[in-house]
Each structure stands twice: as structure tokens, then as C-alpha cells.
């Protein structure tokens, strides 16, 4: 989780970044979709704050190490293998009364916070609102719209900034004949480092995708969709990846309706998605997304797998055709 986080540390945006949250309260909220830039900057951020170098941090005394290895005492992380309950909570108060032993102060991380129930946020709120002054809450999110006001109230809170591609292309190590290929996972990740990290490492998801552009752009009539059903059942395995692929490039659709075109993820086919746009209305988009996320669920719950595919191929054409 922390390979990315040296290279991080040396771009001036997320510098400046991480000064400002050294000013911050004693409890903050680290906002961002980008479960490998959240992970870096908290480490980033309690490097800087314990680092046993004049120069923080410095990745290379016992306290950064520490850090990066996530084996500091003083550094207690909730909410990574499971999401934080009740007993979570208890054990964070508990511990809020015990002083550091290595480190200036003591640091609670909670991962996927806004994951955590309604109880264990609550119990939170005391000792997040009358700290120990050696105490530092980080609570880290992807939507703070499940964060509990109460909560939001009591913390200072950060929205990360994203990566460009410039600061991408410096941060992430790929050979040169791999080119085309990072360039790609580049444009479709729109600034999000784990996106950018699992495309770039998997060997299906550019098939699946190709797939998934070729429904939107050559499925005209029902006679494609044997070809296509066929193909989809041969990546069975990844259907979760198929409906994630094809439900983003619906919703670019729609953000080109909406005059977002700025959001739509690979910047390289939005030519392609703006003549799409013109062939649909809005509500066909939207009951198309609705069409894929019933498919998914009807997937889950174990129902016949080709005839699901079937029939969601079948209704885009019905909506595409009803609704232009």
C-alpha cells in the first residue's frame, strides 16, 4: 500500500497538502475516492509529525519505518479487514487514556469510516469532542455523505486533491514498451491512483472494456446479441468488472448530457460518447444504468446467468429504440 507513498511526498501539490493538515485539529476527516492516495498521505502526514530526522520525513529512521510498516504502537488502525463496530469504539476509548509510548502523540486511523454503524460512530463522539491533548483521530472516508453530522461537526475536514496525469505518469513505474498500455489504465482512471494501479496490473480488464464499448457502439438490432451474450458468458468470472465497465460508460454518457464532459473517465473516446449521446435522451440512460444494476443483483441472487445477460442486452436495444 505504501510503494507509491516516497514518490508522493516529493510532489509539491501533496507537500503543501500535508503542511496544511499539520495545522489541522486534533481530529480529521481525509476525503477521497482513492483508497492508495488515503493510505500515503496519512502515513505522510504522522511521518512529518514523528519523524526522528531534521528533515520529515526522512523514510529511513525507526519511526518512518515504523509507519510504513503499520507496526508503530502508537499508531492503532481500525476499520482495513472489517468495518468498524461497537466494541471498535470501546476499545478506541479505552485506549485514548493510555499515553504514547514511542511517539508525541498517539494516532487513531479508521479506515472506510463512513462504514461504520450509526453505534460505533456515536461512541465516538465524546472522546473525539474532549480528546487527551495527546491524542489524533484521522478518520479516513470515500463518501462523507454516510459520516454522521454529529461526527463532521466535531472534525476538520479534507478533501484530498486528485492526481493529473503529469503527476501520474512521475509517480508510477511502467516500462517503457508498456506505453500504450499504462496510457490507457491513464485515461480511465481519471486521477485515481488505485484505479489507474488495478487496471494497469490486470490483463483482462482492456478485453473487457473493448467488449463493453463495442455493446454501446456496433450492438444495433437483436442479431448481435448471441455474439455478445457469448462473449460476456466467456468472461464469466469478471462479471462484476463487465456490469462496473458498462455502467461507467452509460454514466459518461450521461455526463456529457448533463455538460460534465470533464467527468466522462477515458478523455480519448469522448468524441464516441458524444455522437452516443446524440442517439439516446437522458431517461434512456438512466433506465439503461437501472436495467444493469437489476441484472447485477439478479446475478447475485443466483438466477439462470445467460438468460440475465440475454434479457439485459435485450432491454438497452428495447430502451435505446423507445426512448431516442
Same mark, same amino acid.
Given at each position: ?254 455526463? +456529457? =448530457? !448533463? ?5 466522462? &473517465?477515458?478523455?480519448?473516446?469522448? @468524441?464516441?460518447?458524444? /455522437?452516443?449521446? *446524440? ?9 439503461? +444504468? =437501472? !436495467? ?5 443483483? &439478479?446475478?447475485?441472487?443466483?438466477? @439462470?446467468?445467460?438468460? /440475465?445477460?440475454? *434479457? ?13
Amino acid at each position: 500500500m505504501s510503494k507509491y507513498l516516497f514518490k508522493i511526498s516529493q510532489l509539491e501539490k501533496y507537500k503543501n497538502f500535508v503542511d496544511r493538515l499539520l495545522g489541522g485539529k486534533h481530529a480529521i476527516i481525509l476525503q477521497s475516492d482513492d483508497e492508495l492516495l488515503l493510505d500515503a498521505i496519512y502515513k505522510f502526514l504522522i511521518m512529518k509529525c514523528e519523524c526522528l530526522d531534521e528533515n520529515k520525513p526522512c523514510f529511513i529512521c525507526s519511526n518512518c519505518q515504523k509507519i510504513l510498516d503499520e507496526t508503530a504502537v502508537d499508531v492503532e488502525l481500525f476499520g482495513k479487514e472489517k468495518n468498524i463496530l461497537v466494541e471498535d469504539s470501546q476499545k478506541i476509548v479505552e485506549d485514548s487514556f493510555v499515553l504514547p509510548l514511542e511517539f508525541k502523540s498517539k494516532y487513531f486511523v479508521l479506515n472506510n469510516f463512513e462504514n461504520a454503524t450509526v453505534q460505533a460512530q456515536n461512541k465516538l463522539l465524546k472522546v473525539i469532542e474532549e480528546p487527551r491533548e495527546f491524542d489524533k483521530f484521522i478518520l479516513l472516508v470515500s463518501n462523507l455523505n454516510q459520516v454522521l453530522p454529529t461526527i463532521k461537526s466535531r472534525c476538520e475536514i479534507f478533501s484530498i486533491p486528485k492526481f493529473d496525469n503529469v503527476e501520474l505518469q512521475k509517480i508510477f513505474d511502467y516500462k517503457l514498451n508498456e506505453g500504450d498500455k499504462f496510457n490507457f489504465a491513464c485515461q480511465y482512471s481519471n486521477g485515481n491512483l488505485t484505479t489507474l494501479n488495478n487496471i494497469f496490473y490486470d490483463e483482462k480488464f482492456v478485453e473487457i472494456y473493448n467488449l463493453c464499448r463495442k455493446i454501446l457502439t456496433e450492438m444495433r438490432n437483436s442479431s448481435f446479441v448471441l455474439e455478445f451474450s457469448s462473449n460476456i458468458i466467456k468472461n464469466k468470472d469478471r462479471i462484476d468488472t463487465f456490469f462496473e465497465i458498462l455502467t461507467s460508460l452509460y454514466m459518461d454518457i450521461l455526463y +456529457i =448530457k !448533463e455538460g460534465k464532459t470533464n467527468l466522462v &473517465k477515458n478523455q480519448k473516446i469522448l @468524441n464516441e460518447l458524444l /455522437v452516443l449521446s *446524440n442517439e439516446m435522451n437522458e431517461l434512456a440512460v438512466l433506465n439503461i +444504468i =437501472k !436495467e444493469i444494476q437489476l441484472a447485477s443483483q &439478479k446475478i447475485t441472487s443466483n438466477a @439462470n446467468f445467460a438468460g /440475465v445477460i440475454d *434479457n439485459l442486452l435485450l432491454k438497452i436495444l428495447e430502451i435505446k429504440h423507445l426512448c431516442k
